[in-house]
C-alpha cells in the first residue's frame, strides 16, 4: 500500500508560481514512476506531467510544457511540481499518483494504482 499526500495549493494571480509537493510512505519510493494530474470544475481529469522511478526521464501536456517542472527526491520521498507563468486555465486540483508496475512512465491515468486527495490550486486573474 501506498499513501500520497499532496500540499502547497493555494490562490495565486495569473503569472505568479507555485510549488506543489508529493509526499509518500508505504513502499519504495524509488521503484515507482510519480505523475501528476489535474481536474477543472466540470472537466476530466488531465494528465500534466509525469517523472521516472529514477528522475532521469520526464515528460509534460503541452499545455504546461515549458511552464511546469516535476522533480523528485528518492531520499525524502518526495516528488515536486514547480508550476511558473500561471494561468486561469491552470485552475484545478492537482493529484499526484504513483505507478509501480510499468516499464515506462505513462501518460494514461488508468494505469497509475495509487493516488493522493489531491491540493486545490486557484490562478486568479
Known amino acids: 500500500q501506498v499513501q500520497l499526500v499532496e500540499s502547497g495549493g493555494g490562490l495565486v494571480q495569473a503569472g505568479g508560481s507555485l510549488r506543489l509537493s508529493c509526499a509518500a510512505s508505504?513502499?519504495?519510493?524509488?521503484?515507482?514512476?510519480m505523475g501528476w494530474f489535474r481536474q477543472a470544475p466540470g472537466k476530466e481529469r488531465e494528465f500534466v506531467g509525469v517523472?521516472?522511478?529514477?528522475?532521469?526521464?520526464?515528460h509534460y501536456a503541452d499545455s504546461v510544457k515549458g511552464r511546469f517542472t516535476i522533480s523528485r527526491d528518492n531520499a525524502k520521498n518526495t516528488v515536486d511540481l514547480r508550476m511558473n507563468s500561471l494561468k486561469p486555465d491552470d485552475t484545478a486540483v492537482y493529484y499526484c499518483?504513483?505507478?509501480?508496475?510499468?516499464?515506462?512512465?505513462?501518460?494514461?491515468?488508468?494505469?497509475?494504482?495509487?493516488w493522493g486527495r489531491g491540493t486545490q490550486v486557484t490562478v486568479s486573474s
Open positions: 517523472i521516472s522511478k529514477s528522475g532521469g526521464r520526464t
Open positions: 508505504g513502499r519504495t519510493f524509488s521503484s515507482y514512476h
Open positions: 499518483a504513483a505507478d509501480y508496475r510499468r516499464p515506462a512512465p505513462s501518460l494514461n491515468e488508468a494505469t497509475y494504482d495509487y
